[in-house]
């Protein structure tokens, strides 16, 4: 009987935040037997191909003695009454089962890339979690007194009472960060110090040196007992290039090996005699020298602030080009979520891990949402994945990249030949 290689191309699946295939496949199945002895009488069956022993009306018989021979059958003649080796051929596929007199069977397997000893089947399979690899994001928060004394209406509506910036600026900090906590590793800067006052004497323009909460992986709770509460009372002035600086000397010397990014918010212009062309300089030199994006956010500024964060969003890298702001420009709470969402999403790589490196990295797939995704050569041009480090790294591309950000899953298919 021949084989489709429909009937034996099976595989091993992974999720790439789900199964990993090991680099071994096994070669023995103890139903190998049993399962082919019963594919071939059922094709027999459907074909009618097996031959008559004699010219009467008795059928076909099989000896089951138990002993194999490998490869050759013998077929009887019409007028012979003797009961001989049966063969049954299937001429659809290129594989070749041959029963003999002892009613066992040998494959010969010839694949779609060429004859093999074995046969395509499933790998031995290990669950274990993998997910893109982390970006490290510093979220640069302004806590000055305009933040908690200014009120504005957060969701557009007249019937709910205004609340402070401050408020709002805490309340999408908590939503994404709780809702990206296993995709990225989050921290905290604060400016000015936690417990400024209204006043220079007070500490209004003054900074604490290094950073509130350090960045690490499924720091959710640990960043928001670390950075002053909806309610609370912030005061103080905008030291924004003293922030700006601490926060590229932390993530330069963070040593994580990983991509970082500083998200910064403010709701005015910088402050406490911080000149802006040194904040500006601080922004392109963590770009252009460190590879540290700048995302700038303000919440609801006026036309002089937007200027300036213009410029300092031209500096970070991550400009935006769709209008007047080349900043993410948030006038209600609602705007803000979107702003905060859209940035999250960018700095979410779409670099995967592959481990262990597939055996048979010709027949490595990768599925999103129940969808093939194709190996590409050129990631600037073409949708789908290709190698980044031979076959222990991925890349998405295109499209496919923002489908892993938005889908439900990925996963990959590990396929190896037996033999």
């Known amino acids: 009987m021949r084989r489709s290689t429909s009937a034996t191309l099976a595989l091993g699946s992974l999720s790439l935040a789900g199964a990993l295939a090991l680099a071994g496949c096994t070669g023995d199945d103890p139903n190998a037997d049993s399962a082919t002895e019963s594919l071939t009488n059922i094709t027999s069956a459907s074909q009618g191909t097996s031959t008559s022993s004699?010219?009467?009306?008795?059928?076909?018989?099989?000896s089951e003695s138990g002993a194999s021979e490998s490869g050759t059958s013998e077929v009887s003649s019409a007028t012979d009454t003797t009961t001989e080796p049966t063969t049954t051929t299937d001429t659809t596929t290129t594989d070749t089962t041959t029963t003999s007199a002892t009613g066992t069977s040998t494959d010969t397997t010839t694949s779609s890339s060429g004859t093999t000893d074995g046969m395509v089947k499933p790998c031995q399979v290990e669950e274990t979690p993998i997910e893109p690899i982390p970006s490290d994001v510093l979220f640069v928060l302004d806590k000055s007194g305009s933040m908690s004394m200014e009120l504005w209406d957060h969701d557009a509506n007249l019937q709910t009472p205004n609340i402070?910036?401050?408020?709002?600026?805490?309340?999408?900090?908590?939503?994404?960060?709780?809702d990206f906590d296993h995709q990225l590793n989050f921290g905290a800067k604060l400016y000015p110090k936690i417990d400024a006052g209204s006043y220079i004497n007070q500490g209004a323009c003054e900074i604490t040196p290094g950073i509130e909460v350090p960045v690490a992986a499924n720091n959710a709770e640990t960043l928001l007992q670390g950075i002053p509460s909806a309610e609370f009372e912030v005061l103080g002035g905008t030291p924004s290039f003293q922030a700006l600086s601490e926060s590229y000397k932390y993530l330069e010397t963070l040593m994580t090996g990983l991509d970082a990014a500083v998200i910064f918010i403010t709701d005015g212009e910088i402050s406490c005699d911080n000149p802006p062309a040194a904040a500006i300089a601080a922004i392109s030199d963590a770009w252009d020298n460190?590879?540290?994006?700048?995302?700038?956010v303000g919440v609801d500024v006026d036309a002089q602030t937007s200027s300036q964060l213009n410029s300092f969003a031209l500096a970070g890298g991550k400009q935006l080009n769709n209008g007047q702001y080349k900043f993410y420009q948030a006038t209600d709470q609602v705007e803000l979520q979107a702003a905060m969402q859209s940035i999250l999403d960018d700095t979410i790589s779409c670099v995967l891990p592959v481990e262990p490196e597939p055996a048979y990295p010709e027949l490595f797939q990768v599925w999103i949402d129940n969808a093939e995704v194709q190996e590409i050569g050129d990631c600037a041009q073409e949708d789908g994945w290709r190698w980044t480090q031979d076959h222990t790294e991925i890349e998405l591309c295109g499209q496919s990249c923002q489908d892993l950000k938005h889908g439900e899953g990925i996963e990959a298919k590990y396929f190896c030949m037996a033999g």
Do not use: C, F
Not at 54 to 62: G, K, N
């Open 164 to 178: 402070t910036r401050w408020k709002s600026l805490h309340a999408v900090v908590e939503a994404v960060v709780t």
């Open 54 to 62: 004699s010219t009467t009306d008795s059928a076909t018989t099989t």
């Open 290 to 296: 460190s590879q540290i994006p700048t995302y700038v």
